[in-house]
T-cell receptor, first 110, second 112 residues
Framework: GNSVTQMEGPVTLSEEAFLTINCTYT??????LFWYVQYPGEGLQLLLK?????DKGSNKGFEATYRKETTSFHLEKGSVQVSDSAVYFCALSSEVNMRFGAGTRLTVKP | NAGVTQTPKFQVLKTGQSMTLQCAQDMNHEYMSWYRQDPGMGLRLIHYSVGAGITDQGEVPNGYNVSRSTTEDFPLRLLSAAPSQTSVYFC???????????FGPGTRLTVL
């Protein structure tokens, strides 16, 4: 069945460092791919999405490219801020369900 | 729009007690779902509904019941709580025409 494997955390970075969180997927067909972010004490918010191969989703300086050949959707940001500290979830749409990765906790230190 | 709302925010139950987690959305979305979030496991689908009067089981439905009498509301019932149901519960909704889900703020449930 469909599944998502996400880089385990936690990840700790200094402010202005480069961020990569790896995400790979297994799916039949061509699902949409998502990154959601969960700030402390809050629900999940959509960060970005891509609906087909080679699409790039971007938002708030984050970006991820739908790579069909490597079945990946890695999240990147060139310069993280303390306010980016959160848990990040990679997910794919699967008929009526969404399949989520385990989540990666990011802590950014000043 | 309030979006997706959930009540209560926190709840502590004793084993064997019952309760209902409330979820409502004001976006006229056809699709609603319940997930539970456990450490290291991401979110897992409990039950979902594609419209009023229609519900179906997700990945982890045991111990939970749902109903959908209106488009707006999708309550989740625990009939006899167990410690294994200690988790954070999220409700989500989406229009039938898209695949992007919108999540509520969550309910943190502890079963002693």
């Amino acid at each position: 069945g469909n599944s998502v494997t996400q880089m385990e955390g936690p990840v700790t970075l200094s402010e202005e460092a480069f961020l990569t969180i790896n995400c790979t997927y297994t799916a039949t067909g061509y699902p949409s791919l998502f990154w959601y972010v969960q700030y402390p004490g809050e629900g999940l918010q959509l960060l970005l999405k891509a609906t087909k191969a080679d699409d790039k989703g971007s938002n708030k300086g984050f970006e991820a490219t739908y790579r069909k050949e490597t079945t990946s959707f890695h999240l990147e940001k060139g310069s993280v801020q303390v306010s980016d500290s959160a848990v990040y979830f990679c997910a794919l749409s699967s008929e009526v369900n969404m399949r989520f990765g385990a989540g990666t906790r990011l802590t950014v230190k000043p | 729009n309030a979006g997706v709302t959930q009540t209560p925010k926190f709840q502590v139950l004793k084993t064997g007690q019952s309760m209902t987690l409330q979820c409502a959305q004001d976006m006229n979305h056809e699709y609603m779902s319940w997930y539970r979030q456990d450490p290291g496991m991401g979110l897992r689908l409990i039950h979902y509904s594609v419209g009023a009067g229609i519900t179906d089981q997700g990945e982890v439905p045991n111990g939970y019941n749902v109903s959908r009498s209106t488009t707006e509301d999708f309550p989740l019932r625990l009939l006899s709580a167990a410690p294994s149901q200690t988790s954070v519960y999220f409700c989500a909704s989406k229009p039938g025409s898209t695949d992007t889900q919108y999540f509520g703020p969550g309910t943190r449930l502890t079963v002693l």
